[in-house]
Protein backbone atom coordinates (compact mmCIF):
# COMPACT_ATOMS: atom_id res chain seq x y z
CA UNK A 1 0.00 0.00 0.00
CA UNK A 2 1.07 3.55 -1.02
CA UNK A 3 0.81 6.98 0.19
CA UNK A 4 -1.43 7.55 -2.93
CA UNK A 5 -3.74 4.40 -1.81
CA UNK A 6 -4.36 6.79 1.73
CA UNK A 7 -4.89 9.67 0.43
CA UNK A 8 -8.56 9.70 1.27
CA UNK A 9 -8.12 8.47 4.78
CA UNK A 10 -9.05 10.55 7.36
CA UNK A 11 -7.00 8.56 10.21
CA UNK A 12 -3.22 9.64 8.54
CA UNK A 13 -2.45 13.10 8.84
CA UNK A 14 0.87 13.25 5.89
CA UNK A 15 3.80 11.12 4.93
CA UNK A 16 6.44 11.80 7.01
CA UNK A 17 9.25 9.95 5.49
CA UNK A 18 8.90 8.53 1.94
CA UNK A 19 9.97 4.58 1.00
CA UNK A 20 12.74 5.81 -1.19
CA UNK A 21 14.08 7.72 1.96
CA UNK A 22 13.74 4.33 4.25
CA UNK A 23 15.37 2.14 1.79
CA UNK A 24 18.37 4.90 1.01
CA UNK A 25 19.13 4.66 4.72
CA UNK A 26 19.01 1.21 5.17
CA UNK A 27 21.06 0.63 2.51
CA UNK A 28 23.62 3.16 4.54
CA UNK A 29 23.14 1.06 7.62
CA UNK A 30 23.92 -2.16 6.27
CA UNK A 31 27.41 -0.79 4.80
CA UNK A 32 28.04 0.60 8.26
CA UNK A 33 27.10 -2.86 9.54
CA UNK A 34 28.92 -4.51 7.42
CA UNK A 35 32.19 -2.56 7.99
CA UNK A 36 31.57 -2.98 11.67
CA UNK A 37 31.18 -6.78 12.01
CA UNK A 38 33.59 -7.84 8.62
CA UNK A 39 35.32 -11.01 9.34
CA UNK A 40 32.33 -11.86 12.27
CA UNK A 41 29.40 -13.99 12.70
CA UNK A 42 26.29 -11.86 13.16
CA UNK A 43 22.59 -12.94 14.31
CA UNK A 44 19.90 -9.99 13.48
CA UNK A 45 17.15 -10.08 16.58
CA UNK A 46 13.98 -8.69 15.29
CA UNK A 47 11.87 -7.54 17.38
CA UNK A 48 8.12 -8.91 16.06
CA UNK A 49 5.76 -7.78 14.92
CA UNK A 50 6.83 -4.31 13.79
CA UNK A 51 10.78 -4.59 12.72
CA UNK A 52 9.37 -7.02 9.79
CA UNK A 53 9.73 -4.60 7.13
CA UNK A 54 13.28 -3.07 8.64
CA UNK A 55 14.70 -6.33 9.32
CA UNK A 56 14.01 -7.73 5.83
CA UNK A 57 14.68 -4.45 4.04
CA UNK A 58 17.99 -4.45 6.23
CA UNK A 59 19.28 -7.95 5.75
CA UNK A 60 18.71 -7.77 1.66
CA UNK A 61 20.88 -4.70 1.71
CA UNK A 62 23.64 -6.34 3.50
CA UNK A 63 26.05 -7.52 1.05
CA UNK A 64 26.94 -10.95 3.81
CA UNK A 65 25.70 -13.83 4.95
CA UNK A 66 23.54 -13.09 8.55
CA UNK A 67 21.23 -15.64 10.57
CA UNK A 68 18.06 -14.25 11.43
CA UNK A 69 15.80 -15.15 14.33
CA UNK A 70 12.88 -13.15 16.10
CA UNK A 71 11.42 -12.47 19.21
CA UNK A 72 8.08 -10.95 20.49
CA UNK A 73 8.03 -8.99 23.51
CA UNK A 74 5.20 -6.36 24.60
CA UNK A 75 4.87 -3.40 26.80
CA UNK A 76 1.77 -1.53 25.29
CA UNK A 77 -1.36 -3.59 25.68
CA UNK A 78 -3.94 -2.04 23.46
CA UNK A 79 -2.94 1.63 24.10
CA UNK A 80 -0.31 3.77 22.46
CA UNK A 81 1.93 4.44 25.32
CA UNK A 82 4.23 1.70 26.59
CA UNK A 83 3.01 0.10 29.92
CA UNK A 84 6.78 -0.68 31.46
CA UNK A 85 6.23 -4.02 32.27
CA UNK A 86 7.22 -6.42 29.58
CA UNK A 87 6.37 -10.06 28.25
CA UNK A 88 8.00 -12.08 26.61
CA UNK A 89 5.70 -13.58 23.56
CA UNK A 90 8.12 -15.34 21.47
CA UNK A 91 11.48 -15.97 22.71
CA UNK A 92 14.77 -16.87 20.36
CA UNK A 93 15.48 -20.31 18.51
CA UNK A 94 19.07 -19.61 18.73
CA UNK A 95 21.83 -19.87 21.65
CA UNK A 96 23.09 -16.48 21.82
CA UNK A 97 26.32 -17.72 23.60
CA UNK A 98 29.27 -15.93 22.36
CA UNK A 99 27.75 -14.35 19.21
CA UNK A 100 27.75 -11.04 17.89
CA UNK A 101 23.58 -10.00 18.36
CA UNK A 102 22.21 -6.88 16.57
CA UNK A 103 18.79 -6.21 17.66
CA UNK A 104 16.79 -5.09 15.01
CA UNK A 105 14.05 -2.17 16.02
CA UNK A 106 11.47 -0.82 13.86
CA UNK A 107 11.08 2.30 16.72
CA UNK A 108 12.27 3.62 20.09
CA UNK A 109 10.39 6.17 22.08
CA UNK A 110 10.48 5.28 25.61
CA UNK A 111 12.92 2.93 25.43
CA UNK A 112 11.72 1.04 28.26
CA UNK A 113 11.22 -2.16 26.31
CA UNK A 114 14.73 -2.10 24.59
CA UNK A 115 16.42 -1.35 27.73
CA UNK A 116 14.50 -4.82 29.34
CA UNK A 117 15.52 -6.83 25.92
CA UNK A 118 19.31 -5.58 26.18
CA UNK A 119 19.56 -6.70 29.60
CA UNK A 120 17.63 -10.26 28.85
CA UNK A 121 19.93 -10.88 25.88
CA UNK A 122 22.94 -9.87 27.47
CA UNK A 123 22.41 -12.19 30.12
CA UNK A 124 22.49 -15.02 27.40
CA UNK A 125 26.53 -14.01 27.47
CA UNK A 126 27.03 -12.93 23.76
CA UNK A 127 30.02 -11.72 22.50
CA UNK A 128 28.46 -8.24 21.96
CA UNK A 129 24.62 -7.03 21.77
CA UNK A 130 24.36 -3.92 19.72
CA UNK A 131 20.85 -1.89 18.42
CA UNK A 132 19.70 -0.72 15.35
CA UNK A 133 16.72 1.30 14.79
CA UNK A 134 14.82 2.78 12.01
CA UNK A 135 12.94 5.39 13.93
CA UNK A 136 14.36 7.08 17.66
CA UNK A 137 12.14 9.52 19.16
CA UNK A 138 14.79 11.24 21.62
CA UNK A 139 12.01 13.59 23.11
CA UNK A 140 9.86 10.77 24.44
CA UNK A 141 12.98 8.19 25.86
CA UNK A 142 12.65 7.75 29.43
CA UNK A 143 15.72 5.26 29.40
CA UNK A 144 19.09 5.87 28.27
CA UNK A 145 19.51 2.86 25.70
CA UNK A 146 22.71 2.68 23.49
CA UNK A 147 21.57 2.86 20.33
CA UNK A 148 24.46 2.28 17.24
CA UNK A 149 22.90 2.30 14.50
CA UNK A 150 20.08 5.20 13.56
CA UNK A 151 17.74 5.11 11.05
CA UNK A 152 16.15 8.54 11.48
CA UNK A 153 15.23 10.86 14.75
CA UNK A 154 11.65 11.93 14.56
CA UNK A 155 9.94 14.02 17.01
CA UNK A 156 7.24 12.47 19.97
CA UNK A 157 4.46 12.13 17.20
CA UNK A 158 2.36 8.79 16.34
CA UNK A 159 3.31 7.47 13.35
CA UNK A 160 2.28 4.46 10.94
CA UNK A 161 3.19 2.24 8.48
CA UNK A 162 6.40 0.46 7.31
CA UNK A 163 6.09 -2.29 10.03
CA UNK A 164 4.73 0.29 12.74
CA UNK A 165 0.38 0.30 12.77
CA UNK A 166 -2.21 1.61 14.97
CA UNK A 167 -4.59 -1.21 16.40
CA UNK A 168 -2.91 -3.69 13.01
CA UNK A 169 -3.78 -1.53 10.62
CA UNK A 170 -1.44 0.29 8.38
CA UNK A 171 1.77 -1.85 8.66
CA UNK A 172 1.89 -2.35 5.06
CA UNK A 173 2.04 1.17 4.23
CA UNK A 174 5.44 1.90 2.06
CA UNK A 175 6.10 5.15 3.69
CA UNK A 176 5.73 6.24 7.46
CA UNK A 177 3.09 8.41 7.41
CA UNK A 178 1.79 10.64 11.16
CA UNK A 179 -1.66 9.87 12.40
CA UNK A 180 -4.11 11.98 12.48
CA UNK A 181 -4.09 12.93 16.76
CA UNK A 182 -8.18 12.82 16.77
CA UNK A 183 -7.65 9.02 16.12
CA UNK A 184 -5.98 8.24 19.13
CA UNK A 185 -7.16 10.92 21.73
Given at each position: MDAKQIEGDLALDQTYIA?????????????????????EDLLLVGVLRGAVMVMADLARALDRDVEMDWMAVSSYGSGTTSSGVVRILKDLDSDLTGRHVLIVEDIIDSGLTLSWLTTNLRSRKPASVEICTLLRKPEALKMVVDVKY???D???????GYGLDYDERYRNLRDIATLAPHVYA
Open positions: EADIQARLRELAAEIARDYEGVGFIPNAFVV
